[in-house]
């Protein structure tokens, strides 16, 4: 089984990422989840069966200053990700 995920470096990523090699082979996402040309194309590469997505900016307080880049990262990003999925 190939399993793509995003955020391995966050909280839950680093703890999930070694259970998920476990049960099959694991890839982490090295693009930026807005820059959508290379979602596609790594996602093509790795052909994965799951992904598992976690990547997302998660500070509350910055989120009220920073509207723009949250929004980029956590919706841009997860619609970048379907769309490369889904194609």
């Known amino acids: 089984m190939r399993i793509l995920l995003t955020g391995s ?30 979602v596609q194309q790594e996602v093509k590469e790795i052909k994965p069966d799951i992904v598992v997505h976690l990547a997302a900016r998660t500070e509350v307080q910055k989120s009220f200053y920073e509207q723009v880049s949250f929004s980029e990262v956590n919706y841009v990003g997860t619609v970048n990700l379907i769309e490369a999925c889904s194609s």
């Open 9 to 38: 470096s966050g909280f839950i990523g680093q703890h999930l990422l070694p259970r998920l090699k476990t049960i099959g082979e694991v890839f982490e996402l090295k693009s930026d989840l807005t820059h959508h040309t290379g």
